[in-house]
């Protein structure tokens, strides 16, 4: 019996190669400059693709020759073909929900421009419709280094509520919107809110305080209904392929209940999906965190899913307490073990946010306790964030087997980490390089689209220039990447942290077929030009998710 398998398996072997050639392929891409991201960062010409993946990568020659009758021949005219990005800590599920009805100010340079994009939208929207811009800016992207003022949101529209939210920090209010809201005096803003006075001790009409005060005042916005929920999702998913995104790795978030993912998995059992999606599940109220995570995961085990959404854990908030806490208390982190600890008995990924390396200390101890008891190092565990990771931190999480996801903060945030802590400091954040070399698994991504654009472009740019959003190079030479090196974190490197490295990442046999065909090579075109590239042609299993001139037909 054994022989006999033996032999049907060599067989199937042997078939399977001329199979391939005979049926054909269903897509052929030939005479481009395919960056396949292997192990080598071998450059090839030309890939075949059938039933979602790629089946041939090498020569035009060869790889014409397994095209039938049958097969779409995509002639790239020398373009450059990279795998599909993955953003590893993209809060996209919650981006998608307003896609279809908030103003972006994403990659906008200057504030005329943004403030036209809320009279576009008054024009365009339902009368009294609301206007929100919910974050994704920066002021210094604007040339004339400011925020809007209120008088000039009522100026671009004086019939409509406007909303303006900065990062975690501001929000400007049009007189329209606090009406709408009920707000007349600061007792009427959530806790620890507060009204932002100018010098005259005027109120401004923006709201400033506390994270928790911003979070409960966008709360108190009107949510999209469900079809401009699934509408948004939709929409969201073509913006990211159009960016040469085919992934992306969600840390749940703030203002996100159970409720928020329904769109999401409609246009999965829609088979609508243009974005391989993994979502982690954050604890939501303080105290309850425990209970929270076991009520939504207890029919839920890791990876549950398919290839376009799973289930990957837990994070990137597990608990309040926790949560931009750099001095917890001696209860805090026992409640914070028994989450992590029994995460770990059921074999679940978990990923947590964290700021400064000077206090991760007290999160790795808890990781090292936990991995005492069970071993975690098999089961993908990440920090997010961490820009000044030391050396000895990252030696101690190469130890744990524990990834990091790094993204581009200081793209928006450099400038003040420089007035904070000096050039010097600022030099070898993040240090990515020195992460590489300690051996870390590491992904990159942007956290979008609160406190960063979610352009992978403007990422990529910034990893290899180091240059802030207003221009300035922070970054030393010996933190940053070489071209295939970011490209490497972007894609193989993001795969890591919802086990899929194996299945994507890179252009190799075997693999799905997801991939971007670039409006101008990543290699070669000046860094300062990086940011402004874009997909011609996105792929995801095979299938065209977006296309532009000279593809679009
Ligand atoms: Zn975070």
Redesign the pocket.
């Known amino acids: 019996m054994k022989q006999v398998l033996t032999a049907v398996v060599m067989l199937v072997g042997l078939i399977r190669p001329a199979l391939a050639a005979a049926q054909g392929a269903d897509t052929v891409l030939i005479n481009g400059k395919v960056l396949t991201v292997d192990r080598e960062f071998s450059t090839r010409e030309a890939i075949a693709i059938r039933d979602g993946r790629i089946v041939a990568v090498g020569t035009t020659a060869d790889v014409r020759k397994l095209a039938g009758a049958q097969t779409r021949i995509i002639d790239l005219q020398g373009k450059t073909v990279i795998p599909g990005l993955i953003d590893s800590?993209l809060h996209a599920i919650r981006a998608a929900l307003s896609f279809s009805t908030e103003v972006n100010w994403i990659g906008v340079r200057s504030l005329t421009e943004a403030v036209a994009r809320i009279r576009d939208a008054a024009r365009t929207m339902k009368p009294g419709a609301w206007l929100i811009v919910a974050g994704g800016w920066n002021v210094q992207q604007f040339k004339e280094n400011r925020r809007p003022t209120q008088a000039e949101l009522v100026a671009a529209a004086p019939n409509n509520p406007v909303y303006v939210q900065l990062g975690y920090g501001w929000a400007m209010l049009t007189p329209a919107a606090m009406k709408a809201l009920n707000i007349t005096t600061e007792a009427d803003l959530p806790q620890g809110g507060r009204f932002e006075k100018d010098a005259g001790g005027k109120p401004t009409g923006a709201v400033t305080g506390a994270q928790g005060a911003i979070i409960a005042l966008f709360d108190r916005l009107p949510r999209p209904t469900f079809d401009q929920q699934i509408q948004g999702t939709k929409l969201f998913f073509r913006e990211l392929n159009r960016l040469a995104l085919t992934g992306v790795v969600d840390?749940g978030g703030n203002n996100l209940s159970p409720d928020d993912y329904q769109a999401l998995f409609k246009v999965w059992r829609d088979g609508q999906m243009t974005m391989r999606v993994a979502y982690s599940l954050c604890g939501q109220t303080p105290g309850m965190e425990f209970e929270e995570l076991k009520s939504l995961t207890a029919l839920l085990p890791i990876g549950f899913g398919d290839d376009m959404l799973r289930f990957n854990g837990l994070g990137?908030r597990i608990t309040a307490a926790m949560n931009n806490n750099d001095r917890p208390s001696e209860s805090d982190k026992a409640q914070y073990y028994q989450i992590a600890k029994w995460a770990a008995d059921r074999g679940m990924a978990l990923t947590m946010?964290w700021g400064r390396d000077a206090s991760v200390d007290q999160l790795l101890t808890i990781f090292e306790r936990v991995n005492q008891e069970v071993p975690i190092s098999s089961l993908r565990w990440s920090i997010?964030?961490l820009n000044d990771a030391s050396v000895k931190s990252l030696e101690r999480m190469k130890a744990l087997g524990v990834g990091w996801t790094v993204q581009d903060a200081m793209y928006f945030g450099g400038d003040q980490l420089v007035q904070q802590s000096g050039p010097e400091a600022a030099r070898r954040v993040p240090p990515v390089v020195t992460g590489g070399k300690i051996g870390v698994a590491i992904g990159a991504g942007t956290?979008a689209h609160r406190v960063a654009s979610y352009n992978p472009f403007t990422a990529l740019q910034w990893f290899l220039d180091g240059k802030t959003v207003a221009g300035n190079a922070i970054r030393g030479p010996e933190e940053t990447p070489s071209r295939a090196d970011a490209l490497r974190l972007y894609t193989r490197g993001s795969a890591w942290f919802s086990r899929d490295e194996q299945k994507r990442g890179s252009l190799e046999v075997g693999k799905l077929a997801d991939l971007a065909v670039l409006s101008r090579d990543y290699m070669t075109v000046p860094v300062d030009q990086i940011g402004g590239l874009e997909s011609v042609l996105t792929m995801v299993a095979g299938k065209i998710v977006y296309a532009a001139a000279p593809y679009k037909e």
């Open positions: 800590h840390p990137e946010h997010a964030h956290d």
